[in-house]
Every structure is written in structure tokens, then in C-alpha cells.
């Protein structure tokens, strides 16, 4: 009792006096996920995270589903100390309670995540319950960091030492408390929990500033680094942004000082940390996928504060080989749980060596298995951070497609459609509930004692925060990214208010209506809307009008300049027919087989939907297959499915040797069939799955 008085007398010393002069100007606002409005190097600036309101439609239900299920579920879970055990660790730490800490090491970053996700929630609703209830959870923080400014309930509560081994995550834990603390203080003006993170940050600036060669291999997950830009950009301290640099530097330092032989044996750096040679000397991406996707998406912030143009050169060449070569049609970017992949031994040279050992992350090219497929949710989020980073930098619209297709396809995938349970690795293929994909994890079903915990909270923040990503503004005018049925009342880059509505049925229909309800403008400006990669002969009509003489190439913005009225209407249309997509033919394992897509969405085959009798694996589609697209509103929360009458090959054979079978006879026949979106798959038990299927050219 004495000790908890002792630091509740600290925190409130530290709440009265740690004063931070330089927040004055964030009263205005205005401020997105990230605050890039002053950041000299980004062609686009973050909309107020006020500024959209989702109102029907498929990510309203979802932010509803987020706000009433999801938020008080996973708090639930992390409160409940023989199940997520996140917040009696932080009262251990604190002294509140005595007891034994439990869980993995980065138990902490759960509760971080939940405190962003529930300041997004907290935009939307003002919700003064949920507002206490963060304050409550700040108060424990605060009171668990170590008067110098580590906080880290993984070791305090264990009187472990410091930084000895990087998979105690300290760095990556205190990454995900800078980043919710600058969010908190955007969304609640409140000072509370930036005081900690500024306490945590000087911390670790001071204890990195003299570059131990014995701290080279930290942070391993690196959070850290996009957390410091931000923080540079809520508090304007340059150190922050010094901070930042520092560990995309550091990382990978000591390459070229003789730490892998010629046979290319590791001695010191890893693939798997990208820390064998620096992030600008890199040419493939390796490693694990959380770990690249933060350290890139922190290198386009550092960029865009920066301006330095060999990061965005490294981030440029990475992002056409992760795309290009080692990701999924789900936009799925860690194929691989364990192995030695290979990789070039230098630019441009012929010869190859096997890299080190690497776990939950990218393979060598085109290696992309589909029932062993990883994709751990977290690696699709960090892949839609990155290119949300890479889309403000330069405006141009692919970086916007590769996050529609994470967000459809392989980061909804890892959340059930009610809502309450999670998965962590998103398989392509699925052979049924004998399917044990590594080591005994079950596919579904979230465990929060283990190391699963990452990808719930995650998800929870991307979803809470989706509104956010929908808009951006410029010199030129206002960008539609995302379509979804919302009303987007903000203000231009220059300050003039703008008010519109978005109505569309996305992305079940292609039809989306814009209608401008208020702008404070004679002036003209751009209103610039994405045409996806996918839609290849839309349209657009302005107050009913056909109009040709606007740019709508795929994957590019169409730019409207007008002086804008109250009243004008543009409907954009996006003709979604069902696409059978094939692959470069270098990936094995994809070799003569089709994946079906509707606009965003990919499709699956899941075994409950073909017809009993019927062995699932010996469905294919013909080459000219024609779809009924129908809408099912009391399926799988209300999907659009794809009907057909597929083939399937009746086949009698002849035993050869094991499972091999020679095939005497073969009789084609049709079946009817339904494909669902890939994202909802295995909510109906466990069946078997495909998202590709074999094709009868
Ligand atoms: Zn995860």
C-alpha cells in the first residue's frame, strides 16, 4: 500500500510538471493515424480522424460490429487473468498486485493496441465510459514504468535485466505504447499516456545514443521506428526523429565486417532481422514479414520527414519484389513458417546461397504454397501500413490497390464474421480438420496464453481505424481512396471546409454516388477518385452527364477539377464481372490452376458447398466458366457468392504404388457449385477449402 502511494505520487508529480510546451498547435486537429501535414516529403496529408463517419453498408457494419463485440471482447479477455493475463502483468509491474507475470513476452503490446484501437473508437462515439475506462489502464502504465522511462512488465515483473535477449521485444512493446500515447493525444488532448511514452523514448534514446555494439541486434520487431517518427511529429522533438533514423541505421550496421563467409554461413546478422546488410543496400526483401513490413513503413516515415532519397530508392526496388514476386493473390506476404530461403548472393549475379534460417516470413521468388501458406494477419497489417506510407509519399494509386487487396482478402481473413474469435496464419488451401499447419497449431481459434496474441488487437486497431484510410488532401484537392457508404466532413488542404456524402453497396457493386452536401468554395479544386487495378472499363457521370474527358485508366486517379457546388453529384461506376486470374507460371504450386475475383474480393471453394459424393479435389472450372453473382444476405454476415456449374473429373483408376493411381478412364460431368469470399471462409466448421482450382483449357 505504502509503495503504490509512493508512485501514485509520482505520477501525479510527473502529470503535473512534465509539461510539453510545444502541443499548443495540436489544438487545431486535423490530425489521421499519421500526422503528416507538415511532413515536408509526402505529396498527401491524413484527413482528421472525425473528419468520416461511416453510414451503411459493409465497413459500417463492421465498425459497429468492432464497437459492441470486438473492443469489450478483447478487453474482457486481456482483464481475465487466467486468460490474457495482459493487464494483471502491467499491475504486477506496477506494484498494484503481487503475483507471477504470464503470457509471452509481448503481452504488453496488447494492451497498447487495444488503447489505439479504443481512441479510434473514442473519435467516432465520444464515448465518455470508454474514455474512463482508458484512463483507468493509463493510470497502471504509468505507474508500472521504472522511474527512468523503461516500461517492459515482460522483465520488470520478472526482475530480468535489460536487453539481453531481442525476443523479449522490450523495444517493440514501448513501440506500440509510443504509438497508441501520440493517437490518445490526438484523439483526448489528454497528456496522460504521451508523458510516458516521452519518458520511454528519452529513455531509450539515451540508452542507444552510444551505439553498444552489444545492443546491435535490437529492436527486433521494429515498431519502435514508426512510433518515433510519430512521436517527432506530435511533440515536434527533433530527437524523436533522430531516434528514429538511428535504428533504421543501425539495423544491419555491422554488414561487410566479415559476419558471413563467402559460402555465405551466417556469423552474425540475419535474414530473418534484415540485419545483414543495411535497409538501403538491401535488394530483396527477406525475413520475417512483421518484421519488413514495420521497418519499411518506418523507413517511408522517416522519408517523408527526411526527404532522403536512397531510403525511398531501397523502398521502391523492395516493394516491386515483394509484389511482384513474393506475395499471394490475397495479398498474403509471409508464405513461409520455417526455412533456409534462397537468395541472390549479390546484385545481378547468377549464383545463389542458401539464406539463414527464417520463420513466418518471406521465401525465395515465386515460392508461394498454398496449404502451407503462413500469412500471419500481422504481416498483411503491416504490408497496408507500408503502402499507406508509400501512397502519401507519391500519390499514385497502386500502393492504394495493394491495400484493398490486404484489407478484403488476407486481413479479414484472420477475424470470424462475428467478430470474436481470430486466427493467425491465412492457408490458401485447407485439407480439413486433419489439417494441422506447424508444430499443432490449430488454424482457428485464438489462444491468448500464446504467442497468437499479436494478431487480434491488430486487426482490432485496422478495422477501428479503416475510416481513416479512405481519404487523403493535397495542394490539388481531396483524393478518394476506398469506397464505402461514409460522409466525409473535413476541410481541404488549404483550410476550406468541404462536406460529402458517399452512397455505394462496396464491394458488392461496383455503383458508387458521391454528392457534395456543403463546400466552402468558388474556387476550383480536384476532387480525385481511385480507379482500382481490377476495373477496366469504368465510367463516370458528373450531375448525370457522361464525361470522356477525364484520365480513368486502372490502377490511376481520375481528376475532377471543377468549382464544386452543393448539389453536384458524381457517380462512378465499376463494372465488377466475375475474373479468373491465373499466376506467373514459376509458381509451382499454382501451375494450371485459376483463382476466381470480384472486384476487391477473391474467392474460395469451400467442400461444404459442392454437392455430397463429390470428391472436392476433383473440381475444375472450365476455361470459359459463366458466373451467377448473387447476393446472400443471411450468409456469413451477408456475402456476395459466385455460383456456376463446374467440372468435375469422374475418373476410375487403377492402383499404381502408394498414393499414386493410374488413371483408365476419364468422364467429365458438370456440378453445381458456390464459391464465398475468401475472407469468411471457415466459419461453417472446418471443411475443406481451395482458393485455386484446376482449369480445363
Ligand atoms: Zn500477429
Not at 93 to 98: L, S, Y
Not at 330 to 355: D, N, W
Not at 466 to 476: A, F
Not at 615 to 642: M, S, Y
Request: charged share 25%; hydrophobic share 40%.
Amino acid at each position: 500500500m505504502r509503495r503504490l502511494s509512493i508512485t501514485l505520487t509520482i505520477v501525479l508529480i510527473s502529470v503535473l510538471f512534465n509539461s510539453v510546451p510545444s502541443l499548443a498547435e495540436t489544438a487545431k486537429r486535423d490530425y489521421g493515424i499519421i500526422k503528416n501535414q507538415n511532413s515536408p516529403h509526402s505529396k498527401l496529408s491524413s484527413v482528421d480522424l472525425r473528419a468520416v463517419r461511416w453510414t451503411e453498408g459493409f465497413w459500417a457494419e463492421r465498425f459497429a460490429q468492432t464497437c459492441d463485440v470486438t473492443l469489450p471482447r478483447l478487453w474482457e479477455l486481456a482483464s481475465d487473468p487466467e486468460k490474457g493475463h495482459a493487464i494483471q502483468n502491467l499491475r504486477i509491474a506496477a506494484g498494484i498486485e503481487k503475483g507471477q507475470f504470464k503470457g509471452t513476452h509481448w503481452q504488453d503490446a496488447w494492451v497498447y493496441k487495444w488503447l489505439e484501437s479504443a481512441c479510434y473508437v473514442y473519435s467516432v462515439t465520444a464515448d465518455r465510459g470508454l474514455d474512463a475506462q482508458m484512463d483507468e489502464i493509463i493510470d497502471v502504465i504509468a505507474m508500472a514504468q521504472r522511474p527512468d522511462g523503461y516500461i517492459a512488465s515482460q522483465t520488470i515483473a520478472r526482475n530480468w535485466l535489460r536487453f539481453q535477449v531481442p525476443n523479449h521485444h522490450e523495444l517493440y512493446t514501448m513501440g506500440h505504447l509510443i504509438t497508441a500515447a501520440c493517437i490518445h493525444h490526438r484523439v483526448t488532448d489528454k497528456t496522460t499516456l504521451l508523458n510516458v511514452a516521452r519518458k520511454a523514448a528519452d529513455y531509450i534514446y539515451e540508452t542507444f545514443k552510444g551505439r553498444d555494439p552489444k545492443l546491435a541486434d535490437f529492436p527486433r520487431n521494429p515498431s519502435i521506428i514508426m512510433a518515433a517518427v510519430e512521436l517527432y511529429r506530435t511533440t515536434g522533438e527533433k530527437k524523436y526523429l533522430d531516434l528514429a533514423n538511428f535504428f533504421i541505421d543501425w539495423r544491419g550496421s555491422r554488414y561487410g565486417k566479415g559476419r558471413r563467409n563467402e559460402w555465405g554461413t551466417l556469423t552474425g546478422g540475419s535474414d530473418l532481422n534484415q540485419n545483414w546488410r543495411p535497409l538501403r543496400k538491401e535488394t530483396e526483401v527477406v525475413g520475417h514479414a512483421v518484421f519488413f513490413t514495420y521497418l519499411y513503413a518506418g523507413a517511408a516515415d522517416a522519408y517523408m520527414e527526411s526527404g532522403d532519397t536512397t531510403l525511398l530508392d531501397a523502398l521502391q526496388r523492395l516493394w516491386t519484389d515483394l509484389v511482384d514476386k513474393k506475395m499471394y493473390i490475397t495479398g498474403g506476404v509471409s508464405p513461409i513458417h520455417k526455412a533456409h530461403p534462397v537468395r541472390s548472393f549479390q546484385p545481378g549475379h547468377l549464383s545463389a546461397i542458401v539464406g539463414d534460417s527464417i520463420h513466418e516470413g518471406a521465401g525465395a521468388p515465386y515460392e508461394l504454397p498454398n496449404d502451407t501458406a503462413y500469412n500471419e494477419t500481422c504481416g498483411q497489417i503491416g504490408n497496408l501500413m507500408w503502402n499507406w506510407r508509400m501512397l502519401a509519399i507519391t500519390g499514385e494509386a497502386r500502393f492504394a490497390d495493394i491495400m484493398e487487396r490486404n484489407i478484403f482478402n488476407s486481413i479479414l481473413s484472420g477475424i470470424e464474421v462475428d467478430g470474436d474469435d481470430w486466427s493467425y496464419t491465412n492457408p490458401l488451401r485447407w485439407h480439413g480438420p486433419e489439417h494441422i499447419l506447424w508444430s499443432n497449431d490449430s488454424h482457428k481459434r485464438f489462444d491468448p496464453g500464446q504467442r497468437h496474441i499479436c494478431c487480434p488487437t491488430n486487426l482490432l486497431r485496422t478495422v477501428a481505424s479503416r475510416h481513416n484510410y479512405l481519404y487523403s488532401i493535397s495542394k490539388k484537392g481531396l483524393w478518394i481512396h476506398h469506397y464505402g457508404g461514409n460522409v466525409f466532413d473535413g476541410k481541404l488542404a488549404d483550410g476550406r471546409k468541404i462536406k460529402l456524402t458517399q452512397k455505394t453497396n462496396y464491394p458488392w457493386d461496383g455503383r458508387v454516388c458521391i454528392t457534395v452536401d456543403a463546400v466552402e468554395s468558388v474556387d476550383p479544386f480536384s476532387i480525385l477518385l481511385r480507379i482500382p487495378g481490377w476495373a477496366k472499363s469504368s465510367n463516370l457521370k458528373i450531375n448525370h452527364k457522361p464525361t470522356d474527358i477525364f484520365r480513368y485508366e486502372p490502377s490511376s486517379y481520375a481528376i475532377i477539377e471543377r468549382k464544386w457546388a452543393a448539389g453536384d453529384v458524381i457517380e462512378l461506376n465499376l463494372p465488377m464481372p466475375v475474373r479468373m486470374i491465373t499466376a506467373d507460371p514459376r509458381v509451382e504450386q499454382t501451375r494450371n490452376q485459376v483463382a476466381v475475383m470480384r472486384g476487391p474480393v477473391v474467392y474460395c471453394l469451400e467442400s461444404v458447398d459442392v454437392p455430397q459424393g463429390i470428391r472436392f479435389e476433383d473440381i475444375c472450372l472450365g476455361a470459359n466458366t459463366k458466373w451467377k453473382v448473387q447476393h446472400e444476405p443471411d450468409l456469413l454476415g451477408g456475402v456476395t457468392v459466385l455460383k456456376t456449374k463446374a467440372i468435375v473429373i469422374d475418373k476410375t483408376t487403377a492402383k499404381d504404388i502408394g498414393g499414386y493411381r493410374e488413371i483408365n478412364n476419364i468422364k467429365p460431368s458438370r456440378v453445381d457449385i458456390t464459391m464465398i469470399p475468401y475472407y469468411a471462409w471457415n466459419n461453417r466448421q472446418e471443411p475443406k477449402m481451395t482458393v485455386w482450382l484446376p482449369v480445363r483449357w
